[in-house]
């Protein structure tokens, strides 16, 4: 059998590939991990897989006067570990921030620590290998992890809130490394994430909302809908969740991703996706005897029943709902998040602009 010849590095090119490595880590480039480092031919190689003016302002955030460019973005996707071809999600992803949860001054800096959530829509997803089956929340998809991470760097780097500085995170959250997920659009039951936000199914889309954690949710031993949906509900309605709500326009929201065998069951039994939205919507909350349990009676909360329910969210649409996993087993997955308004504002989506052929 034929063999090809393999050039090994040297000792120069390693101590060299080193020496960049941890020039990076000098700079305050990283998030802790080790980076690829943005030499200029490797940003023109991402910079070519977009028409967009390299100069062109993508994210502001106006309190801290900063803002990220389609060249900081590059060399953040680089420096991620992302392929060129993974740019434009990696741009579409930040756009979707910007509109939805990025215009909420300070959540970024929050004390409660939050992460973003990417989700992936559309036919990209198998072309660029993305998971949306076995391990979702898991690492080893390299699609999966460095666009999640693209983001993260380039809130750190370019719009400046790192950890010790203006992230104010009091625990924070692993999810902040990378949180980068597909949905399972082939096992689904429903109509996607993206075309529930006005997108043509063959539309590549990317949503993006904060979320604060992810738990799990398991529930084998049951075909009834509404007990598989009071599991959900109570997961994302847990005590330590839940904060004395001051101000009208904050509420509580939850990404849930449903995995495809709790999906399945209950959309066999006739339940659309606005019926489960609106059944986990009604119970999404506690009691006001509960609340007094835990010491989170809110002051606007005194003259109300004790048996009177206080919905953590404003509306149905604080939580988005994204079928993912493997079709093996009755698990799902929960995470809390923050919205702002009664309509749920908070998730943005945005189309994946591909270069023209």
């Not at 399972?184 to 429903?190: I, Q, T």
């Not at 954690?213 to 309605?237: F, G, K, W």
């Amino acid at each position: 059998m034929a063999t090809v010849a393999r050039r090994e590095p040297t000792d120069e090119a390693l101590r060299n590939a080193r020496d960049a490595i941890e020039y990076c880590y000098q700079q305050g480039w990283t998030d802790g991990l080790p980076v690829v480092p943005p030499f200029e031919e490797l940003v023109e190689e991402f910079l070519n897989e977009t028409p967009r003016d390299p100069e062109a302002v993508l994210m502001t955030v106006k309190h801290l006067d900063r803002s990220c460019t389609v060249r900081q973005a590059a060399i953040n996707a680089v420096m991620a570990g992302c392929m060129p071809e993974y740019f434009p999600v990696v741009l579409a992803g930040i756009e979707a921030f910007a509109n939805g949860a990025g215009m909420v001054s300070g959540l970024l800096q929050s004390t409660t620590g939050q992460a973003e959530i990417i989700i992936v829509n559309g036919p990209i997803r198998q072309r660029l290998g993305f998971n949306c089956q076995d391990n979702i929340f898991s690492p080893g998809d390299r699609p999966n992890a460095t666009v999640g991470r693209a983001l993260r760097l380039i809130i750190m780097n370019a719009l400046g809130i790192r950890p010790h500085e203006f992230d104010q995170s009091t625990q924070g959250t692993s999810a902040k490394y990378s949180c980068c997920i597909a949905e399972n659009e082939e096992d689904s039951p429903w109509q996607p994430l993206h075309v529930e936000h006005g997108f043509a199914p063959l539309t590549n889309a990317v949503t993006v909302q904060m979320v604060r954690s992810d738990l799990y949710v398991e529930h084998r031993s049951t075909q009834v809908p509404e007990e598989i949906l009071l599991t959900i509900a109570d997961s994302i309605s847990y005590a330590g969740m839940i904060t004395q709500i001051t101000d009208e326009r904050i509420l509580h929201g939850a990404v849930v991703v449903m995995g495809p065998e709790h999906a399945q069951i209950i959309a066999g039994q006739g339940w659309s996706k606005p019926d489960v939205k609106r059944f986990l919507w009604e119970n999404f909350g506690k009691t006001k005897r509960e609340l007094r349990r835990f010491g989170k009676v809110p002051q606007e909360l005194k003259d109300k029943a004790d048996d009177v329910f206080i919905h953590s969210g404003g509306s149905p649409e604080s939580i988005l709902l994204v079928v993912a996993g493997a079709n093996n087993a009755g698990v799902s997955t929960v995470c809390p998040s923050y919205t702002v308004g009664r309509a749920g504002i908070g998730n943005g989506t945005s189309e994946i602009r591909l270069k023209p052929a």
